[in-house]
Structures are given as structure tokens and as C-alpha cells.
């Protein structure tokens, strides 16, 4: 069992930057893939950002790729999501998943965090 606790969402106007934390506890947080995922209202939950345990391989989706980064860090048990350049089509609730191997598909996690909400205003 993996629990994770999302951090650093609010309110931005467009152009401007964000960072989200996720905290990790239970089982060694190291030995998973950590991904970000969104959702709109109304909208399906959507892939951002994905990253293996060993932080050797990225992946993102085309909408963010330039202007967002993930990292991690093991040893804090945490990843990060670094938002910049952000649009109001960023305007969303951010979640952090875990599963032992990277995947763009939502439904192959089984371990989710509450959400953060991110606003980005024009």
C-alpha cells in the first residue's frame, strides 16, 4: 500500500509558475513509478507527466512538454511537478499516481492521492 498526499496547487494568472509536490508513504516509494494526471470539470482524467523509479526515463504529454517538468527525489519519497508557462486550459485538479511501471492509462494505477487544485486565470 503506497499513500500520497499532493501539495502546492492554488491560483496563478497565465504565464505564470507552479510546483506540486507528492508525498509518498507505506511501502518504498523508490521501487515505483510515479506519474501526474489531470482533470478538468467535465472532462476525463487526463495524463500530464509520468517518471520511473529510478528517474531514468520522462514522459509527457504533448500539451505540456516544454513547459512542465517532473522529478523526483527517493530519498524524500517525493516527486514534483514544475508548471510554467501556464494556460488556463491547465485549470484542473492534479493527482499523483503510483504503479511499478510507467503508463500513460489511468486505469492501470492503483494508487491515487486526494488532488490539488490548480486555477490558472487570462
Known amino acids: 500500500q503506497v499513500h500520497l498526499v499532493e501539495s502546492g496547487g492554488g491560483s496563478v494568472q497565465a504565464g505564470g509558475s507552479l510546483r506540486l509536490s507528492c508525498a509518498a508513504s507505506g511501502r518504498t516509494f523508490s521501487s515505483y513509478a510515479m506519474a501526474w494526471f489531470r482533470q478538468a470539470p467535465g472532462k476525463e482524467r487526463e495524463f500530464v507527466a509520468a517518471i520511473t523509479w529510478g528517474a531514468e526515463r520522462t514522459l509527457y504529454a504533448d500539451s505540456v512538454k516544454g513547459r512542465f517538468t517532473i522529478s523526483r527525489d527517493n530519498a524524500k519519497s517525493t516527486v514534483y511537478l514544475q508548471m510554467n508557462s501556464l494556460k488556463p486550459e491547465d485549470t484542473a485538479v492534479y493527482y499523483c499516481?503510483?504503479?511499478?511501471?510507467?503508463?500513460?492509462?489511468?486505469?492501470?494505477?492503483?494508487?491515487w492521492g486526494q488532488g490539488t487544485q490548480v486555477t490558472v486565470s487570462s
Open positions: 499516481a503510483a504503479r511499478q511501471t510507467v503508463s500513460e492509462r489511468p486505469s492501470q494505477y492503483a494508487f
